[in-house]
């Protein structure tokens, strides 16, 4: 799975303008979304079955761009200037993990740093409060487990067997992002969390893992 890291920098001179256009933002997203979609299927994909293509492209969309683009919503809502970068060592190294497991084994085995949401501080602000960092922390992994509780809920109202598959894969990821970035050890959602609030993480976890496990 992915790992996914908040990264705080001052605001000041030494930020350089191509950290903050939203052209690369959005550029950034759009490749990692690609490469990661076709490493969660590079097993389908040597096996000529498209579907698991278009069940990793969604399941991509909503566990990691969605993932992603909560840690940088709520950084705003803090009056803080947050973007996405990509990291593209770590988009090539999970790809190329997962054709050479995918062509060993028959299935794709992925483990990928694919960048982060990179989180600027003001001049008058010295650093981000605990608490601050751990509400930014905390809306990755739930909106994983939103998502995945959702798919994992409908798919059981589901007749038609591709949107089945399609349901239960897309939730399954979601759910075991949010139980693995909540895993409390740096640089992982987990420790963020646990730090802002033990009560608050020891229910993200509890549900998710009840969910991944029952749903």
Do not use: C
Not at 155 to 164: C, G, S, V
């Amino acid at each position: 799975m992915s790992v996914e890291v908040v990264m705080v920098w001052r605001w000041g001179y030494e930020l350089r303008p191509k950290f903050i256009t939203r052209y690369l933002e959005l550029r950034d997203l759009i490749i990692s979304w690609a490469v990661l979609t076709f490493a969660f299927a590079a097993d389908d994909i040597l096996r000529g079955e498209l579907i698991g293509l278009v069940a990793s492209a969604v399941a991509v969309a909503t566990a990691f761009i969605l993932h992603e683009l909560a840690h940088r919503e709520v950084a705003r809502r803090y009056g803080l200037i947050a973007r996405y970068r990509a990291w593209y060592l770590g988009l090539l190294l999970a790809l190329v993990i997962a054709l050479i497991t995918a062509k060993a084994t028959g299935t794709s085995f992925v483990i990928a740093a694919p960048g982060a949401v990179y989180i600027f501080t003001r001049y008058y602000q010295p650093y981000i409060p605990y608490d601050i960092e751990g509400r930014i922390a905390l809306a990755g992994p739930a909106s994983n487990l939103a998502v995945g509780f959702i798919m994992l809920s409908i798919k059981h109202f589901i007749a038609n067997p591709l949107t089945y598959y399609v349901l239960d894969y897309v939730g399954s990821v979601n759910m075991w992002l949010a139980i693995f970035n909540l895993i409390p050890i740096p640089p992982l959602d987990g420790y963020k969390v646990l730090r802002y609030s033990v009560t608050t993480w020891a229910a993200l976890i509890v549900l998710s893992i009840i969910a991944y496990f029952t749903l």
